[in-house]
């Protein structure tokens, strides 16, 4: 048996053409869905995905705010751009990039954003939305996930899933979202005994633990997905890396029902999920709760 492969640059291609539809239709209402990104330094990994955002934000028709502040801006300056960019009704979503330099209080930044703008969905408020089963700004990362996750099994209900990896920004709230689709949860991480045991339960696995081929194919059930958040850049001999993920790709293929890349899988989806959050935000904040948003 060989997995069949979840494909999410076709999966954030499809989902960017139903934001663009949405938005041209919003344009129509007078509406402009808005995202102010802030980049502070010059980190190159950090430049280079920044400016994929507001390409691909402009390319679904949203208006975006870039605003590039050098390493030596503090935390003071940060808040006073925060709070006018919350205060500024053409923005709907506000992403500050991380990290941010040692000198910033990164806490109070991620704090002073408007729960209704917070693109990212860190926000301690859309946190707790989130874990009360509310409406809320969901982290992009597990966004992708899920809509990835759905593409291969339509229907969660009941199945057993295994999150490896407990961070506030992926692993946590991808288990919320198990849970609210009806799935049988365990969360794994680094004191977790035996693994592999837990892994040839899980009908659901979710990889998000940041080490390269951690998860070896063997373990896998058979049949399972398997979706691997991990981008790990490892060395590839001759002076060159390669991107790996979490999981051993090559053994797990031949185990797994379905599995994502990497590259390739979730990576692509997180941008276009955030694209989704901040046409959403807009619509909610022009609407209501009468407003139409774009579903998952």
Not at 70 to 79: H, V
Not at 123 to 145: F, M
Request: one cysteine or more; hydrophobic letters at 45%; proline letters at 6%.
């Amino acid at each position: 048996m060989s997995a069949s492969i979840i494909d999410g640059r076709a999966a954030a291609e499809s989902l960017r053409r139903r934001i663009a539809e949405r938005t041209a239709q919003l344009r129509g209402q007078d509406l402009i869905p808005g995202l102010a990104v802030v980049l502070v330094g010059e980190d190159p990994a950090s430049q280079i995905y920044v400016s994929s955002k507001t390409r691909q934000a402009e390319e679904a028709g949203l208006r975006h705010f870039d605003h590039k502040l050098p390493a030596t801006t503090t935390t003071a300056e940060l808040l006073a751009l925060i709070q006018s960019l919350n205060s500024n009704p053409e923005v709907h979503g506000i992403l500050v990039q991380l990290p941010l330099p040692k000198a910033v209080d990164s806490a109070a930044v991620l704090a002073a954003i408007d729960p209704n703008k917070d693109a990212d969905g860190f926000h301690a408020v859309n946190v707790g939305r989130l874990s009360l089963g509310e409406p809320a700004t969901i982290p992009c990362t597990p966004l992708g996930s899920l809509i990835l996750l759905k593409q291969a099994l339509p229907s969660l209900a009941g199945k057993r899933a295994l999150v490896i990896g407990r961070s506030n920004i992926v692993g946590k709230p991808m288990a919320q979202l198990l849970l609210q689709n009806d799935c049988t949860v365990t969360i794994a991480h680094s004191r977790t005994r035996d693994l592999p045991a837990l892994c040839a339960e899980a009908e659901i696995l979710v990889a998000a633990i940041g080490r390269p081929k951690a998860i070896a194919g063997d373990w896998i059930r058979a049949g399972a997905v398997v979706i691997d958040v991990g981008i790990n850049r490892i060395d590839a001999g001759n002076g060159k890396t390669k991107v790996v993920g979490d999981v051993d790709f090559e053994t797990a293929i031949k185990r797994a029902g379905a599995i994502t890349p990497v590259p390739g899988g979730v990576g692509p989806m997180t941008i276009a999920c955030l694209l989704l959050n901040t046409v959403n935000a807009a619509i909610r904040a022009r609407f209501g709760a009468a407003g139409e948003t774009l579903p998952v």
